[in-house]
């Protein structure tokens, strides 16, 4: 391909939706050429992942967001669907392109992906040039003493913490010049029409309620969590009853924030006696935990199919008894701080994270259902429903995993949720049929005396279901099935 005078650098934006400490972003402005800012939805590509409802509802409005804020530059978002590597390759053929510049992802499909495009694009003479803008440290850069990949994460983290620090992010553009689309371009799809909100059911209220995607919302989620959540953060983020959690898992997951941000402003904030240094490290930790996931996935790439350790290949899952599965998914177990997760999760699109390890124990150890079908449920009802983040988590709970919790912890969600709601303001809040019941009951209605349930208008089996399996027996169940392929 001959290159044309003026012709564009394109920037391929994918779980990179914003503008500032964008290194691709960057790099095509410096070029001087008009820029041509393309997101594709790839559901075609073989090994790509469809987004489940509730990530589609946030990519809406984060591209949303990320077009108006292009809009107020001088540039422009065009949307497009198809394979990505072809569709790239056809927008630069028909552009004249002389760069592509994208922010690399981990996932086998996406390098797969990008190994592609790439190949595609140097077969036209275009240059195409991929950079960090995902994580601290990219998954091959932390490495153990052996020269391979870390299986636990405080070693990792340790490791990750000792390599020179990543670099200060990078301010906004405040300005570009936007490149015209030619008609020879594949066609653009409009926003609506790529990724149709919900309207019969309109289930997307309460996601409407809790979320403000895009990259102005995940600053000022941000700020706010350093000046009201990060002080304290390591006593109070096992509780969901408290809002102490940062809530920026969505904004990562679609890259409308970058780690790189939010460890500059944890550390100012350390630096400046906003937050203890007890409670920054405990938070860099997350941010280093979501690293550790994306370590796995680059070097286990079916971590989300296949279990980490293979000795999990012979544990006897169950097949669900009638009514498990339905009661689990929506919040009718009769374990108050299960229902109470999976309740926020269905309305919210979120869910506390000591709750979810809760919520995940359950299924996997009491109900010994397999931690894929989990997976795949939070997959479809999470916000940030993330490649590495999810499939790691599911598996650290199952204990198939690495850095796996050891196969004899159970949670026990009754003196889970005693400890961690002690007063039960999380469970009344998301569990409204409970809420009038006594707090020392609130977590384990079926022993509360009738008056107890009277008084607080509940008939257990009308109102509020009974526990759908004993705990203990559940445990010893599973405990006996985990022991049996750990000898």
């Not at 012709?7 to 095509?28: E, G, H, M, T």
């Not at 967001?65 to 072809?86: C, E, H, T, Y």
């Not at 595609?120 to 391979?148: D, F, I, M, Y």
């Not at 339905?326 to 177990?333: D, I, Y």
Request: hydrophobic residues 45%; proline residues 9%; neutral net charge.
């Amino acid at each position: 391909m001959t290159q044309k005078q003026n012709s564009p650098a394109i920037v391929w934006f994918r779980d990179d939706l914003r503008l500032a400490d964008q290194p691709a972003l960057a790099a095509a402005i410096a070029t001087g050429a008009p820029v041509l800012c393309v997101f594709i939805l790839d559901e075609e590509s073989p090994g790509a992942r469809a987004h489940g409802g509730a990530a589609r509802w946030w990519l809406h409005h984060s591209l949303a967001a990320l077009g108006a804020s292009l809009d107020a530059i001088g540039g422009r978002l065009d949307l497009l669907r198809g394979p990505g590597a072809a569709t790239i390759e056809a927008v630069a053929r028909a552009t004249g392109a002389g760069h592509v510049f994208w922010t690399r992802r981990y996932g086998p499909a996406d390098v797969a992906i990008d190994a592609d495009a790439k190949a595609r694009l140097k077969a036209l003479g275009v240059e195409a040039v991929s950079h960090n803008g995902q994580l601290l440290h990219e998954p091959w850069t932390v490495k153990t003493g052996a020269g391979g990949y870390f299986k636990v994460f405080t070693p990792f983290w340790r490791a990750a913490r000792a390599l020179p620090p990543p670099p200060q992010p990078m301010p906004a553009p405040g300005k570009m010049i936007g490149a015209a689309w030619p008609a020879a371009a594949p066609a653009r799809v409009d926003l609506a029409k790529l990724l149709p909100l919900p309207t019969k059911p309109d289930w997307a209220g309460g996601l409407r309620a809790t979320w403000r995607p895009g990259e102005q919302g995940a600053h000022a989620r941000l700020e706010a969590f350093i000046d009201s959540g990060l002080r304290r953060y390591a006593e109070d983020r096992n509780r969901p009853d408290i809002p102490a959690t940062s809530m920026l898992s969505p904004h990562l997951r679609f890259g409308e924030i970058s780690p790189r941000q939010i460890l500059a402003a944890a550390l100012h904030a350390e630096d400046s006696g906003r937050a203890p240094a007890r409670d920054i490290e405990k938070f860099l930790s997350e941010i280093g935990w979501r690293e550790f996931a994306y370590h796995l996935l680059f070097h286990a790439p079916d971590l989300a199919t296949k279990n980490f350790q293979p000795k999990f290949d012979a544990f006897p899952w169950r097949a669900p008894e009638p009514g498990e599965w339905r009661a689990w998914t929506k919040g009718l177990t009769g374990y108050p701080i299960v229902d109470a997760g999976m309740r926020e999760l269905w309305t919210t699109g979120t869910m506390h994270n000591r709750v979810r390890m809760i919520c995940a124990s359950f299924l996997v150890k009491d109900l010994m259902i397999d931690w894929r079908a989990g997976e795949g449920w939070f997959w479809d009802t999470l916000c940030d429903a993330d490649p590495a983040n999810n499939p790691a988590s599911w598996q650290w709970v199952a204990g198939s995993g690495a850095d796996a919790a050891p196969y004899f912890r159970v949670f026990n969600p009754t003196l889970q949720g005693e400890k961690f709601d002690p007063d039960g303001a999380y469970v009344r809040q998301h569990v409204p049929e409970l809420a009038r019941l006594d707090s020392k009951y609130i977590h384990k209605p079926w022993l509360a005396p009738p008056l107890e349930l009277a008084a607080g208008g509940v008939v257990l089996g009308r109102d509020y279901p009974a526990p759908i399996i004993d705990h203990g027996k559940a445990r010893d169940r599973a405990l006996a099935a985990l022991s049996s392929i750990s000898a």
